[in-house]
T-cell receptor
Framework: SQQGEEDPQALSIQEGENATMNCSYKTSINNLQWYRQNSGRGLVHLIL?????REKHSGRLRVTLDTSKKSSSLLITASRAADTASYFCATPKAAGNKLTFGGGTRVLVKP | DARVTQTPRHKVTEMGQEVTMRCQPI?????VFWYRQTMMQGLELLAY????????DSGMPKDRFSAEMPDATLATLKIQPSEPRDSAVYFCASGLDTGELFFGEGSRLTVL
């Protein structure tokens, strides 16, 4: 099974609303990363949070990490139609940043 | 603007044919990854190179798949012979040891 699992699998919201998705993982990590994938495109890195960090912000993105619960959340505030994409969490499986990805959350932002 | 370049972007072939996908990683990156993405399995790691040396190809069907890095500017993924179940989007990504991965746009393979 995959190291990271996102929840929910799909999310539909109106433009301007916030979108929250969660990621759970199984083993100890030194960092957790979030990526976005637009339809038909490659993945794009959004944010990396280290195991000694609890929260990180980047523009309209807010990521939290709870290592005691082995979980992370990604919040997109004031969503836009352009935020429509799939969002993946990824964790390194071993030294050297060998990333394994979850199944992703498909987000639809309706204008 | 540095980016990972993959060719071909699309490939349609018949079962039994050889398929070669190529990737030019970002100059200076020391890790290169091949992933396969399907609706059913999601993103699967096929192979992983560090400083051009193959470190992990445990996710790759050994009998028909092979991955190489003949030099620092080229990574290849070969399927011989191809089968319909190999139909997927294949992504190459490169990065440094401790940071983010940069993905190419993918090679969409259809095996008839």
């Amino acid at each position: 099974s995959q190291q990271g699992e996102e929840d929910p699998q799909a999310l539909s919201i109106q433009e301007g609303e916030n979108a929250t998705m969660n990621c759970s993982y199984k083993t100890s990590i030194n960092n957790l990363q979030w990526y976005r994938q637009n339809s038909g495109r490659g993945l794009v890195h959004l944010i990396l949070i280290r195991s000694n960090e609890r929260e990180k912000h980047s523009g309209r993105l807010r990521v939290t990490l709870d290592t005691s619960k082995k979980s992370s959340s990604l919040l997109i505030t004031a969503s836009r139609a352009a935020d429509t994409a799939s969002y993946f969490c990824a964790t390194p499986k071993a030294a050297g940043n060998k990333l394994t990805f979850g199944g992703g959350t498909r987000v639809l932002v309706k204008p | 603007d540095a980016r990972v370049t993959q060719t071909p972007r699309h490939k349609v072939t018949e079962m039994g044919q050889e398929v070669t996908m190529r990737c030019q990683p970002i100059l200076g990156h020391n890790t290169v990854f091949w992933y396969r993405q399907t609706m059913m399995q999601g993103l699967e790691l096929l192979a992983y190179f560090r400083n051009r040396a193959p470190l992990d190809d445990s996710g790759m069907p050994k009998d028909r798949f092979s991955a190489e890095m003949p030099d620092a500017t080229l990574a290849t993924l070969k399927i011989q012979p191809s089968e319909p179940r190999d139909s997927a989007v294949y992504f190459c990504a490169s990065g440094l040891d401790t940071g983010e991965l940069f993905f190419g746009e993918g090679s969409r393979l259809t095996v008839l």
